[in-house]
């Protein structure tokens, strides 16, 4: 399988500290990337690097096998990406507004806008919130408005930085399910970062896990949350005491 984006021997350094140092990490089309690690392992800061909001302080980026000049990331490569985080960043305007900004600022024909908010406000069972203001929406709300923008202009990877995080159990067990089913018929590849074993359990299919800034283990979740290795057991261990391991 061709690796979508493929790192080699990236590093990142802030203030001469090592965050990042990763030889080798390929992410797979059509995949659900979990990236899961300790409090400031680096899971964040390699979001960034593959979205490329950020750049590498060495090494390669590679999309689809063609090299990315550093900093220099083309606009219409990074049209290719969405992003959501577990702000939602919603701006002053109506639900509708937000949900169309992608397509907006891509000039797509206002009836064609129209078309595919409504398609998208359905699938995330926001219709009844079209003409609602933004900043107003409980916190469910917003971030089903939130993965609706970032799932409207079909991006080739949705990147997601704890977007359910913030969410009561209930509410984010229900946005997960629904997220779940529109994702998987979408087809879309997906990288996220998450804190939570519940989600990345029941989400990803692959699994990467960050300890001090290096991919400790990677590969399919279900066998890496049954089989930890050496480097990553003691934080998985953890979690596996108080979450049982059924999808
Ligand atoms: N631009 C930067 N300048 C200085 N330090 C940085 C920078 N970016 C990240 N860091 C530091 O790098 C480390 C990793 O941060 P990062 O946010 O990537 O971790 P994380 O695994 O996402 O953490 P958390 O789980 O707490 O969100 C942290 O110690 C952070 O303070």
């Known amino acids: 399988m061709n690796p979508l984006i493929e790192l080699?021997?990236?590093?990142?350094?802030?203030?001469?500290?090592t965050i990042l140092d990763i030889q080798e990490f390929q992410i797979y089309d059509g995949e659900f990337l979990g990236i899961m690690g300790?409090?400031?392992?680096?899971?964040?800061?390699?979001?960034?690097?593959?979205?490329?909001?950020?750049?590498q302080t060495s090494g390669d980026i590679l999309f689809r096998?063609?090299?990315?000049p550093k900093g220099n990331a083309p606009l219409d490569l990074r049209r290719k990406f969405s992003i959501a985080?577990?702000?939602?960043?919603?701006l002053d305007g109506t639900?509708?507004?937000?949900?169309?900004?992608?397509?907006?600022?891509?000039?797509?024909?206002?009836?064609?806008?129209?078309?595919k908010v409504a398609h998208w406000m359905e699938l995330f069972g926001i219709?009844?919130?079209?003409?609602?203001?933004?900043?107003?929406?409980?916190?469910?709300e917003a971030?089903?408005?939130?993965?609706?923008?970032?799932?409207?202009?079909?991006?080739?990877?949705?990147?997601?930085?704890?977007?359910?995080?913030?969410?009561?159990?209930?509410?984010?067990?229900?946005?997960?399910?629904?997220?779940?089913?529109?994702?998987?018929?979408?087809?879309?590849t997906a990288v996220f970062v998450s804190h939570d074993l519940m989600e990345i359990n029941y989400l990803t299919n692959r699994l990467a896990i960050i300890v001090n800034g290096e991919v400790k283990q990677s590969g399919?979740?279900?066998?890496?949350?049954?089989?930890?290795?050496?480097?990553?057991?003691?934080f998985l261990n953890e979690w596996k005491k108080f979450y049982p391991l059924a999808r």
């Open 8 to 17: 080699k021997n990236i590093t990142f350094t802030a203030h001469k500290k």
């Open 38 to 55: 300790p409090n400031g392992a680096g899971k964040s800061t390699l979001l960034k690097l593959l979205a490329f909001l950020d750049q």
């Open 65 to 68: 096998g063609q090299n990315i």
């Open 85 to 90: 985080l577990q702000q939602s960043l919603l």
């Open 95 to 115: 639900v509708f507004h937000n949900i169309a900004i992608g397509l907006t600022l891509r000039k797509i024909p206002k009836s064609v806008i129209k078309e």
């Open 127 to 140: 219709s009844h919130l079209a003409k609602k203001n933004a900043l107003y929406l409980s916190g469910g």
């Open 143 to 188: 971030q089903r408005v939130n993965l609706a923008r970032a799932m409207i202009v079909e991006p080739e990877i949705l990147f997601l930085d704890e977007p359910f995080s913030a969410l009561d159990f209930p509410t984010k067990i229900k946005l997960m399910e629904d997220f779940k089913g529109i994702i998987e018929k979408a087809q879309t």
């Open 220 to 234: 399919s979740t279900p066998r890496i949350l049954e089989h930890p290795n050496s480097s990553t057991q003691s």
